[in-house]
T-cell receptor, first 116, second 115 residues
């Protein structure tokens, strides 16, 4: 079974609009972490934001926020006031447990295109 | 600058010709890992290492070998590459303290084509 599911293969958004990228996850662990990475066309993986399973507040980093709904097992990324430079592939990832191997399991990715 | 460095960035090779992709990090990270990225599949872990001389298989280890003789280096070896190993490869590293917040830092990626 997929541990991380990103149901939107592609999204097209007008510049300056807010955009929500969906991510649902599957785990039986109580301790886990959720990450979002951005991959621009140049190919590198850029860390955007982290949410821990015990964090009560939704994580925010500048224009990025993570809408964490633990009961629904969703961790959607919200980008406010989108910019042309936000066009990229976005990956949601999960780390199960806080000890031992620091393995991340990734979703399939969502390709976001910002139109001027 | 704190970084993970992979080489080569691009490589075209032929079936069966052994190759090594090098990976080096300058952040004194204990944990290092290799991933491959294929369209529609996201990133999948190949091998990982918790520390020097400690390595273990990830989800897709077949056809690959690794070694960790020094803390900073974690090369990926393809003994006999095949076309199904054509992919984009990422090396990554992080601290391994007991915390979910350890951020995995990625190299720039190595695009490998096996003919």
């Amino acid at each position: 079974a997929q541990k991380i599911t990103q149901t939107q293969p592609g999204m097209f958004v007008q510049e300056k609009e807010a955009v929500t990228l969906d991510c649902t996850y599957d785990t039986s662990d109580q301790s886990y972490g959720l990450f979002w990475y951005k991959q621009p066309s140049s190919g590198e993986m850029i860390f955007l934001i982290y949410q821990g399973s015990y964090d009560e507040q939704n994580a925010t980093e500048g224009r990025y926020s993570l809408n964490f709904q633990k009961a629904r097992k969703s961790a959607n990324l919200v980008i406010s006031a989108s910019q042309l430079g936000d066009s990229a592939m976005y990956f949601c990832a999960m780390r199960e447990g806080f000890q031992g191997a620091q393995k991340l399991v990734f979703g399939q990715g969502t390709r976001l295109t910002i139109n001027p | 600058e704190a970084q993970v460095t992979q080489n080569p960035r691009y490589l075209i090779t032929v079936t069966g010709k052994k190759l090594t992709v090098t990976c080096s990090q300058n952040m004194n990270h204990e944990y290092m890992s290799w991933y491959r990225q294929d369209p529609g599949l996201g990133l999948r872990q190949i091998y990982y290492s918790m520390n020097v001389e400690v390595t273990d298989k990830g989800d897709v280890p077949e056809g690959y070998k690794v070694s960790r003789k020094e803390k900073r280096n974690f090369p990926l070896i393809l003994e006999s590459p095949s076309p199904n190993q054509t992919s984009l490869y990422f090396c990554a590293s992080s601290l391994s303290r007991n915390s979910g917040a350890n951020v995995l830092t990625f190299g720039a990626g190595s695009r490998l084509t096996v003919l």
